[in-house]
């Protein structure tokens, strides 16, 4: 088991909480984003599978949410979100994850994470700046309004992307996510997809396809 580092920190308007694995970088990053009403600590239930040498990301949105927590764009009730809409939150993560704020990570490297509105905030990353992303998982998530119209353009040409769901997931419907992995397959992602009978979670079967996911990699 390798050591590691945990703490949390303040980066100019970010609070982040960072894992850094003992021994010299660089460290290939994994940024692992939140979801709607969540915040820097949450994300870490998936730690455990993801790569022991990554350097692990988990940054607090800017904004808060309406019932407490944070949120990644000006929510408004009953209406998903648009890629115009999570755009800033997409390029404000680049601007997070430069050499300047983590000289020990291989930004080469760099592969994310993400958790209902946080997966859409992702899709919407990769979609819009092609090649930042070495691989991404999309968990309980969906994709934003017009990414579809993106995808003719084949952004996402062989990158792995994870996708995974529950049939009963009462926040997001499962169709959204089968509907997610068809329109980043053909946006040219190499899609795996874990679909199980729970609610707006990952049950075991999806947790552990999520670390063959990585190792595999």
Known sequence: MMDFQVESLQIQ?????????????????????HGLAGDENVMWVF?????????LVAPRALYP??????????????EWPSVDDLKPAAEALLGLITPEHFPDADLE????????????????LALTHPGRLRALAGLAGFLPEGAENLAAAEPL???????????????????????????????????????????HKLSLNCFKALERFFKGL
Do not use: I
């Open 13 to 33: 308007d970010w609070v982040v909480k960072v894992r850094t694995p003992a021994g010299p970088g660089p460290h290939p990053l994994v940024l692992m984003v």
């Open 47 to 55: 730690a455990s599978r993801l790569p022991e040498n990554a350097l």
């Open 65 to 78: 949410a309406g019932q407490g927590g944070y949120t990644w764009h000006v929510h408004r009730e009953d």
């Open 109 to 124: 490297q760099v592969s994310a994470v993400g958790f209902s509105q946080g997966a859409a905030v992702l899709y919407t």
């Open 157 to 199: 040409k062989n990158l792995p992307v994870f996708v995974a769901h529950g049939v009963r997931d009462e926040r997001v419907p499962v169709e959204r996510a089968r509907r997610a992995g068809e329109v980043l397959e053909q946006a040219g992602a190499d899609v795996t997809y874990c679909e199980d009978d729970v609610g």
